[in-house]
C-alpha cells in the first residue's frame, strides 16, 4: 500500500516569496492534516480536513497560509509572502477517518528554508 | 486545552541496555489515546505504540512498552534490547477520543544509541 507522498521534498526560497507544498493521502483516507514542524519542536496542526471540508484551522496563519483540498483527495499548502520563521518542515498525514482511534499516518515532509 | 511535556531533551543508551523516556500530560478529560511515535532523520513519524486511557493494562508492542500511570497522567516508553536502529527522535503525543482530531506533541526526546 502506498503511504503518504509530499512534494516537493526541499524547498528554499527568498523571503516574502511564495511557495506551495502538495500532498496525496492514503487512498480511501477521508482524513488530512498538515502540521508544522519547527526545528526543535514537536509537530503542530495547521489545518484537519475531513474529505474537503475543512474540520480545524484555528492555527493555521491565515494572513499567509492557506490550504485546499479539492475533490477530498489531495491538497495543497500555501506560504505567501514566506517569512523567516517559516522555516520548517511540514508534515502531511492522512487516516481512514476522524475517529480517535484510526491511526494517524505520516509523510516525509517537506522541508521549507526561507533566507 | 491539553498539552504534553517531555522533560528529558536528550537520552543515551548503551546498546542491548534498557531505556525509558519520560511523557506527562495535561488534560480535563477522561478518555484520550495516548501514543509514541519515532521520528528518524528522514523525518517521517512512525507509530511506535499507543495506549487508550479507558485500559488498565499497560501496551506492549515487542522490545517497546508503556508505564502509563492515568491518575498521575504519566506515560513512559521502555524500549529493552536497544539496538543502534532505535536511535532517533522520539515524541510522544495525545489524543481526545471524543473531538476525534489532531495529535498534540510533546518537544520531543532525542535518543541516542552506543555501541
Known amino acids: 500500500e502506498a503511504g503518504v507522498a509530499q512534494s516537493p521534498r526541499y524547498k528554499i526560497i527568498e523571503k516574502r516569496q511564495s511557495v506551495a507544498f502538495w500532498c496525496n493521502p492514503i487512498?480511501?483516507?477521508?482524513?488530512l492534516y498538515w502540521y508544522q514542524q519547527i526545528l526543535g519542536q514537536g509537530p503542530k496542526l495547521l489545518i484537519q480536513f475531513q474529505n474537503n471540508g475543512v474540520v480545524d484551522d484555528s492555527q493555521l496563519p491565515k494572513d499567509r497560509f492557506s490550504a485546499e483540498r479539492l475533490k477530498g483527495v489531495d491538497s495543497t499548502l500555501k506560504i505567501q509572502p514566506a517569512k523567516l520563521e517559516d522555516s520548517a518542515v511540514y508534515l502531511c498525514?492522512?487516516?481512514?477517518?476522524?475517529?480517535?482511534?484510526?491511526?494517524?499516518?505520516f509523510g516525509e515532509g517537506s522541508w521549507l528554508t526561507v533566507v | 486545552a491539553q498539552t504534553v511535556t517531555q522533560s528529558q531533551p536528550e537520552m543515551s543508551v548503551q546498546e542491548a541496555e534498557t531505556v525509558t523516556l519520560s511523557c506527562t500530560y495535561d488534560t480535563s478529560e477522561s478518555d484520550y489515546y495516548l501514543f509514541w511515535y519515532k521520528q528518524p532523520p528522514s523525518r517521517q513519524m512512525i507509530l511506535v505504540i499507543r495506549q487508550e486511557a479507558y485500559k488498565q493494562q499497560n501496551a506492549t508492542e515487542n522490545r517497546f512498552s508503556v508505564n502509563f500511570q492515568k491518575a498521575a497522567k504519566s506515560f513512559s516508553l521502555k524500549i529493552s534490547d536497544s539496538q543502534l536502529g532505535d536511535a532517533a527522535m522520539y515524541f510522544c503525543a495525545y489524543r481526545s477520543y471524543n473531538q476525534g482530531g489532531k495529535l498534540i506533541f510533546g518537544q520531543g526526546t532525542e535518543l541516542s544509541v552506543k555501541p
Open positions: 487512498s480511501g483516507h477521508a482524513t
Open positions: 498525514a492522512s487516516s481512514p477517518g476522524p475517529a480517535s482511534g484510526n491511526t494517524i499516518y
